[in-house]
């Protein structure tokens, strides 16, 4: 069966500071992977999207970039991070075409102090 | 654009049935979803309905879906307390997921 993993699972760092957040997947291969933030109290927003390795599309600009180094490894990462990078940073998989169900991992929680 | 509402906060007691509801813009979606959040967590699918299905049941769960009205909602039937958590409705659009603010399920023993 698949599984998705995400460390850390909290994470506290000052303004300014870089940030590397982590997310694998196990049990399968070619996924399309996703970043996703929820701010307190709100939804989800998409923030980035993979279908292979090397391939990432963003969906706002922002603070933050992706990489994918490797099939089912999917990586967040900021060179200054910003008060309002603040939030939970969710990863998410799916298999064959973007428009099947995505699975979500546990999250990482980031504070920006 | 897209745009998913749903009403942020719901209270129900342990038995009873709790109905949530979310509207959304699309007229072209062709999936729906519930996720549930539990506190801390990340999103557990429940489940989902495609948009030429009317209602889909399985198990406590039911989703009814009026495309006229473009409104959604999820009914759970005997409401427990391992039920309280955040409920999202989402939409497929295009490539992505838009998702709703999430409606906060409290139940009361």
């Known amino acids: 069966s698949q599984t998705i993993h995400q460390w850390p699972a909290t994470l506290v760092q000052p303004v300014g500071s870089p940030l590397s957040l982590e997310c694998t997947v196990e049990?399968?291969?070619?996924?399309?992977l996703y970043w996703y933030r929820q701010a307190a109290g709100r939804g989800l927003q998409l923030l980035f999207y993979?279908?292979?390795?090397?391939?990432i599309s963003s969906e706002v600009p922002q603070n933050l970039s992706a990489s994918r180094p490797q099939d089912r490894q999917f990586i967040l990462s900021s060179k200054k991070l910003l008060l309002s990078d603040s939030g939970f940073y969710l990863c998410?998989?799916?298999?064959?075409?973007?428009?099947?169900?995505?699975?979500f991992g546990p999250g990482t929680r980031l504070l920006v102090l | 654009g897209e745009d998913v509402e749903q009403s942020l906060f719901l209270s129900v007691r342990e038995g009873d049935s709790s109905v949530i509801n979310c509207t959304y813009t699309d007229s072209s979606s062709t999936y729906l979803y519930w996720y549930k959040q539990e506190p801390g967590a990340g999103l557990q699918l429940l489940t989902y309905?495609?948009?030429?299905?009317d209602m889909k049941q399985d198990q406590r769960l039911t989703v009814l879906l009026n495309k006229k009205d473009k409104h959604l909602s999820l009914r759970i039937a005997d409401t427990q307390t391992g039920d309280s958590a955040i409920y999202f409705c989402?939409?497929?659009?295009?490539?992505?997921?838009?998702f709703g603010a999430g409606t906060i399920l409290r139940v009361k023993s």
């Open positions: 049990g399968t291969s070619n996924p399309n």
């Open positions: 993979s279908v292979g390795i090397g391939q």
């Open positions: 989402a939409e497929r659009y295009g490539n992505k997921l838009v």
């Open positions: 998410a998989w799916s298999i064959g075409t973007l428009q099947e169900t995505q699975y």
């Open positions: 309905i495609f948009s030429n299905m």
